[in-house]
């Protein structure tokens, strides 16, 4: 019982840390997400002016100054209307029409849009956000927001040995509770003797708890002291009716085994001597084939 007992707590134990340890990577990914977001979204708001991106030297300065304030790589891009890459600050030159991207369009009907997607060229997230500059453009800013296994593959060592550290700690605190758990059964069953015997309660360290049991089989024993005194009663009369008759008495079962002789009937055989300890046989108290038969 004490095995299984420290298994399901440990089990259990277990899998409330292995869950834990992957909500907290979700949780850190979702907080890390957001505030990449955050962060560019700030950006642009402080420098969307249009005058800072209306010539390639303002857009040089506007890029220079804002990675410098940065520690982290961002791409400038500025699409115009018919969905064509007009500067890009990670290539020169981008053919691909960029119309039907969801924060593109967005941002011409509402003013800004936004959107995340998953990026093969570099495999990760990549996190895009649009302002209108004027009527025929708009400014997109980008940057890589580490995908979910790549937060796995950063704080896997660190969960790794979390979780070793709580495995410890669990088991430890298992082992401890197990025992803590069947210390007052272990020492109920101990004094489960002076309980029979009906020793005073205050003699007996019992929990309230197990006060209900204890008392329940301070009651089943007196009902079966109660049932054996009436037995024995019973057989007295039996054995002081049959020890007074004249009539011999004898009382087999199916084995032929004697359970109860009256003294007349040792006398009536003629083995006066025999006494009646235990499990005996018909046969250890005469060979007489003619009583023999007669019983059988």
Known sequence: MRKRLFLTILLISII???????MTTYVYHGFYANNAKEQLKTIVNLTAEPHKWDSRESINSSVNNILKSVDYNIRFTIINKDGNVIHDSWKDTINESHKNRPEVVEAFEKGFGDDTRYSDTISSDMYYYATKLNDEEVLRLSREISSINKVFEYIMPKLFVLFIFIL?????VSFITARKILKPINEMASSLEDILTEKSKDSIQIYEEFEPISN?????????????????????NISFITGNMKEGFILLNHNKDILSINKSAKLMIGNDE???????????????????????
């Open 216 to 236: 329940t089989i301070r009651d089943q024993k007196s009902k079966i002291n109660g049932y054996i005194n009436e037995l024995k009663e019973e057989r007295d």
């Open 168 to 172: 410890i700690v669990v088991y430890t």
């Open 16 to 22: 409330a840390s292995t869950i834990t340890c992957i």
């Open 274 to 296: 025999f006494e009646l300890k235990g499990s005996r046989n018909i046969l250890e108290l005469t060979r007489n084939l003619e009583i023999i038969d007669k019983i059988d």
